[in-house]
């Protein structure tokens, strides 16, 4: 990898641990999300200071062609992350569900309770 494009990627990978702390700081992210977007900036800066560490893994693994290699870790978190969000968001929506008919039941009460003291 060129030393440009080596340099590149670090003050990316760098920008990108700027910015994912700066929305946990200002409480746009949560923490279980920053985490996994830090581990992802580290290996991306990791990978930016060896770069031939993808050469020699890929070859451990017996992967012809290294970037597969990348592509394949890359597209398997970006699936892992939509199936977690996919289990997140079924759970809040469940919630969701609950908590509203919870409203309408004591919305309802609170009806009756006003008629019986009129």
Not at 41 to 54: E, F, G, Q, R, Y
Request: aromatic fraction near 12%; charged fraction near 20%; proline fraction near 3%.
């Amino acid at each position: 990898m060129n030393f440009t494009i080596r340099i590149m990627v670090f003050l990316f990978g760098m920008l990108f641990i700027i910015g994912t702390i700066r929305l946990l700081l200002i409480k746009k992210i949560g923490e279980r999300y920053s985490v996994f977007w830090l581990v992802g900036c580290l290996a991306i800066l990791v990978l930016s200071i060896v770069p031939n560490l993808v050469d020699y893994i890929a070859s451990f693994l017996r992967i012809g062609y290294p970037p597969t290699l990348l592509l394949l870790l890359s597209t398997l978190m970006l699936f892992w992350l939509c199936l977690y969000n996919s289990i997140h968001i079924t759970l809040l929506k469940r919630r969701l569900v609950e908590l509203t008919q919870r409203k309408a039941v004591e919305d309802a009460l609170a009806e009756d309770e006003k008629q019986v003291n009129r």
